[in-house]
């Protein structure tokens, strides 16, 4: 399809009122949502709105050209984060969430070499118990920030003798190279109230208060460890600077 591209106005009408404009410095993100999402959550399904988020160099109010140039995009070649909610999110006074960096290995393939897929589905089933809330699924997090390519690369290094640190820094790479101004966008955009952060890492609670959101406390996120990661989420607390607690190595 292109710009010149004629759409269906029915179509038009059911999508108009559910993608929302964010402008940013860069253009806009485009926010599409609500969408009803029941999940398997360990033995129940839970019910959840699901969000994506697309961030764009354009920023236009005019929707129709919107659609255009999106299905004149191959989209499946960008990254696209996405937000999990759970409750009145908009509303309530108290929520949970979780800015959760995506973990290809670890969330989808259940590796014991991190503790990320413990992480995930524990925090959906905070947020779902606690009954407001959201969890943040950032895309373009792979790695701490380095691609999925890139941390192959650095597995290699560390089953070799280096840390997880070093391996990032060996490759070229900073050791938490995480940006979370388009999630933290998209949270102005969802909700003005205080948040509880669902996190063991002190830069994602400083990222938050930075970007002037009211930031009401910290849940801790233990668990999982096991004779792959010990020595990884060790490096996380001694070199990395995450929060430790109850006698047990953690990662985030």
């Known amino acids: 399809m292109t710009a010149s591209t004629t759409f269906d106005p029915k ?12 402008p ?12 009803r999402s029941p999940v398997r959550l360990y033995d129940e399904t839970v019910e959840f709105q699901w969000y994506c988020w697309l961030n764009c160099d354009e920023a ?3 929707f129709e050209r919107i659609m255009a140039k999106l299905s004149s995009a191959n989209l499946a070649e960008y990254q696209q984060s996405s937000v999990l909610v759970k409750g009145d999110f908009r509303n ?12 290809h290995t670890g969330d989808i393939f259940g590796s014991k070499r991190c503790d990320c897929g413990f992480q995930l589905k524990q925090s959906m089933q905070k947020i779902a118990e606690h009954g407001t809330g959201a969890l943040f699924y950032l895309a373009n997090h792979e790695g701490r920030g380095i691609g999925l390519f890139s941390k192959a690369m650095a597995y290699i ?35 003005s109230k205080p948040v509880t952060l669902i ?6 609670l400083e990222a938050l208060k930075q970007a002037g959101l009211d930031v009401a406390g910290r849940v801790q996120l233990w668990g999982d460890v096991s004779e792959y990661n010990e020595k990884y989420l060790k490096t996380k607390i001694e070199r990395s600077g995450h929060i430790e607690g109850e006698g047990r190595c953690n990662n985030d």
């Open 24 to 35: 940013t410095d860069r253009g806009a993100i485009y926010l599409v949502g609500p969408i």
């Open 60 to 62: 236009t109010h005019d």
């Open 157 to 191: 290094l560390q089953e070799n003798g280096y840390d997880t640190v070093d391996a990032n820094l060996k490759l070229g790479f900073v050791d938490d190279a995480r940006n979370y101004q388009d999630a933290i966008s998209v949270l102005k955009t969802l909700r």
């Open 92 to 103: 309530a006074d108290e929520a949970l969430i979780r800015m959760h960096s995506i973990c």
């Open 199 to 204: 996190t063991n890492n002190p830069k994602k």
């Open 11 to 22: 179509v038009l009408r059911i999508l108009e009122h559910k993608i929302e404009h964010i």
